[in-house]
């Protein structure tokens, strides 16, 4: 993969070079499942919409403020295009409880089991909780966004944002409450 960076990259799509989009692509194809993830909870439709994602980023590359940066514009995308799916599906209060998550590391297997089971859990417990609280858990730990790249990425002031992720937080906290007593 190149060292371009992101407004390289754009600008040698711009002037007609496809390996750059490619890159782009390699790049950030993970982050965008997962943000499409983290809202659908469905793999099936996490890759539908990243496919989506990466053909609107194709055909509206002009439109990309390079103001801002790459990530937050493709991600604001991402995290539309899963929240339209989920309301033309009608499902946006629907559960998975089947969640596969990787193997624990270390060479234990009582701790790898261990470990799976409270990522599982914890996994779970993040993916019952509402639609707004899941992205701002999801962009600030998983996606180590800042305050201000999840405020331009929700489109939200940067003290709502704040706000929301210790309102969030609190309630995983809550959800989750039994783990702390054992």
């Known amino acids: 993969m190149s060292n371009d960076t992101d407004q390289a990259l754009i600008e040698r799509y711009r002037a007609g ?4 989009f490619t890159e782009l692509v390699i790049r950030y194809q993970r982050p965008i499942y997962n943000a499409a993830f983290w809202v659908l909870r469905k793999a099936e439709d996490a890759n539908d919409v990243a496919q989506e994602v990466f053909l609107k980023v194709a055909e509206r590359v002009d439109e ?3 103001r801002f940066k790459f990530f937050s514009w493709i991600y604001r995308i991402a995290v539309n295009e899963s929240l339209n799916l989920l309301r033309r599906n009608g499902r946006e209060d629907a559960l998975d409880d089947q969640i ?3 193997g624990a590391d270390g060479d ?3 701790r790898q089991l261990g470990a799976a089971q409270l990522a599982t859990r914890i996994r779970s417990t993040l993916m019952r909780m509402p639609i707004n609280d ?3 858990i999801s962009l600030r730990h998983f996606s180590e966004c800042s305050y201000a ?3 331009q990425i929700l489109d939200l002031d940067e003290k709502t944002v704040k706000s929301r992720l210790f309102e969030a937080r ?3 906290r809550d959800l989750l ?3 702390r007593q054992s």
């Open 134 to 136: 899941r992205m701002v």
């Open 149 to 151: 790249e999840i405020a």
């Open 170 to 172: 609190h309630r995983l």
């Open 17 to 20: 070079d496809p390996e750059a």
């Open 108 to 110: 234990d297997p009582e």
């Open 177 to 179: 409450a039994d783990l």
């Open 64 to 66: 990309y403020d390079p």
């Open 100 to 102: 596969e998550l990787p």
